[in-house]
């Protein structure tokens, strides 16, 4: 089910309780402001979650809430990751979904990284 990406933060969220350690995750990489781990419904051979560690609903929360350690950490993390499990040569993709229409299912801001095969066009034409 499609969340709005607006309004207060839920610290029951999925991925709030994996940050606590309340939920288990194979964890890719971490760092100071985000945390790597594989999606436990894959929609590519290689799908990974990236996600803050700061309570961010949504992009739009993040980007305007957000410190500029806490943008340049996810940043940086969405890139080791990549480097790291060798995605750059034959390419990857990020994705963000951000609210009803964009289908974001959990009320934490996250980053997909799809890759291991060809992912075809970004969007169906209209």
């Given at each position: 089910?499609?969340?709005?990406?607006?309004?207060?933060?839920?610290p029951n969220n999925i991925f709030a309780k994996i940050l606590r350690g309340e939920i288990p995750c194979n964890r890719v990489f971490e760092n100071?402001?985000?945390?790597?781990?594989?999606d436990i419904a894959p929609r590519?051979?290689?799908?990974?979650?990236?996600i803050p560690k700061g309570p961010y609903v949504s992009f739009a929360d993040?980007?305007?809430?957000?410190?500029?350690?806490?943008?340049?950490?996810?940043?940086?993390?969405?890139?080791?990751?990549a480097h790291t499990l060798g995605l750059e040569e034959a390419g990857?993709?990020?994705?963000?979904?951000?609210?009803?229409?964009?289908g974001q299912e959990v009320p934490h801001f996250h980053v997909h990284l799809f890759a291991g095969r060809p992912l075809g066009e970004m969007l169906p034409s209209a």
């Open positions: 089910m499609a969340v709005s990406g607006l309004g207060p933060y839920d100071e402001h985000a945390l790597a781990f594989r590519a051979p290689m799908h990974i979650l990236v993040f980007s305007q809430r957000a410190t500029d350690a806490e943008i340049v950490g996810l940043t940086r993390a969405i890139g080791h990751v990857y993709r990020v994705l963000s979904n951000m609210g009803q229409h964009a």
